[in-house]
């Protein structure tokens, strides 16, 4: 006896009940239709032989039923609170909550941003939608088959949200965490159309994933153009400053090479340093001004004149010195002294930073610091594109886009070189920092 059969059967039977099991037939004999089709669809030709004539296969719309062309769901949906603090913290905390979300086979809801330092700026948070910052199906276009953002408008609203609270304390371990969402993945929980996180940043949640998967969804992250133009004039800024030329006879700017510092001797910096290092017993963290100067000075192939761009947070620097005491070839730039404070001061300090964080990925050479997530991402994204160019010996003389740590001395009292260890099991090293840093 079929199902369509046997619910006929369950109708008449039941007569005074024939409006409540007439409605659950009703379901059940969609259901079995559905699956009727797709198995059909999926199925080869009916006598067992694939059916090799391409204009009669059925290619099935899996959109129909709920999945994108990769088998990632469309109608099931992941929600996470406003993500806040600097701009790489943000970055990491937005591509651990797409990393939750893949766990779940889950569409991520597109999640607000900040653009303003939540823990300087409290009173002036400011939030800012995820494609004000990055292209949104740029990203689903790079990502697609890996993870998927979704979009509010996407929401039927036709069935519950359930929330998922985060654990937190010492208690609170790495194993519970995992375990609660495989609890939320379980068929009693996963029939809502929503998951919502609730009670954390995503930069503190428990990581669960690899490096190499956080390096797949940062490669996905393209800034809007008004803000990579922005970025693009800034560097042609450089190049001209790099030639000896002024920006009116300028014309085509020829790809002269710089190098690109990014300088952390800001006041709140060198506070968290010094804490940082009492805490974890180590000397390599904090670098003043002089130390930072003479390290870069000793790297090894610089033609003078060489222009260094000083990527520095201007309003949190209390020592107006920085552009002073360099070698001699070496011309550094700020913001200010290169001309370009004014494209800085039109936005919030997200903006500023992903800017600042565009120049310094598109530098021939980045010195950075070992415990600074910014400068630790920039790394991460140049490994990628030496991966990607067909690099395998990272530490070479001649390898093109170098990155080094001016905080741990190497060659020569210089800084250390630096790349990023794609195969590590999670994100430690760059969430917070580490003086291991391969080369």
Request: aromatic fraction near 10%; charged fraction near 25%.
């Amino acid at each position: 006896m079929d199902l369509v059969s046997d619910c006929k059967i369950s109708a008449s039977a039941c007569s005074p009940h024939l409006g409540s099991i007439a409605g659950k037939c009703a379901a059940l004999l969609i259901f079995a239709l559905a699956s009727r089709t797709v198995f059909v669809l999926l199925s080869p030709g009916l006598n067992g032989q694939a059916n090799n004539d391409a204009s009669s296969v059925l290619i099935p719309d899996l959109s129909l039923v709920g999945f994108d062309d990769y088998g990632i769901r469309m109608h099931k949906f992941l929600e996470v609170p406003q993500i806040v603090w600097g701009l790489n913290n943000q970055k990491i905390a937005f591509a651990r909550a797409c990393l939750t979300a893949r766990m779940l086979n889950r569409t991520l809801l597109m999640p607000s941003l900040s653009a303003s330092l939540f823990y300087k700026e409290v009173d002036l948070l400011q939030p800012i939608s995820f494609d004000k910052v990055f292209q949104f199906d740029r990203f689903n276009s790079l990502c697609s088959g890996f993870v998927r953002l979704g979009r509010y408008s996407e929401l039927s609203n036709k069935t519950a949200t359930v929330e998922l609270v985060k654990g937190s304390g010492r208690k609170w371990t790495v194993e519970r965490d995992i375990d609660q969402l495989k609890e939320f993945a379980s068929d009693s929980l996963d029939n809502h159309e929503i998951i919502r996180i609730v009670g954390k940043n995503p930069f503190l949640w428990h990581d669960h994933w690899p490096v190499g998967d956080y390096g797949r969804v940062f490669e996905c992250l393209v800034l809007v153009d008004e803000i990579s133009k922005e970025a693009d004039r800034v560097i042609d800024r450089i190049r001209v400053a790099s030639n000896g030329e002024s920006e009116s006879n300028a014309g085509v700017v020829e790809p002269v090479p710089y190098v690109a510092v990014h300088m952390r001797i800001e006041k709140d910096w060198m506070i968290h340093c010094k804490k940082l290092e009492q805490r974890l017993n180590i000397k390599e963290i904090c670098s003043s001004k002089d130390e930072i100067m003479a390290r870069v000075g000793k790297l090894s192939g610089l033609r003078p004149p060489t222009v260094v761009y000083l990527a520095v947070a201007d309003s949190l620097l209390e020592d107006s010195s920085i552009l002073a005491g360099w070698r001699d070839g070496l011309v550094p730039f700020e913001k200010k002294r290169l001309g370009v404070d004014v494209i800085y001061q039109k936005y919030p300090y997200l903006i500023q930073s992903a800017i600042d964080y565009e120049v310094c990925l598109r530098a021939d050479i980045f010195v950075g610091n070992s415990f600074s997530t910014f400068s630790s991402l920039v790394v991460l994204d140049r490994t990628q594109k030496m991966l990607r160019s067909g690099v395998r010996s990272f530490c070479g003389e001649d390898v093109k886009w170098p990155s080094y740590a001016y905080n741990i001395p190497g060659e020569l009292d210089g800084p250390k070189r630096w790349v990023t260890k794609m195969n590590d099991s999670n994100l430690q090293a760059i969430s917070y920092g580490s003086n291991d840093i391969s080369c």
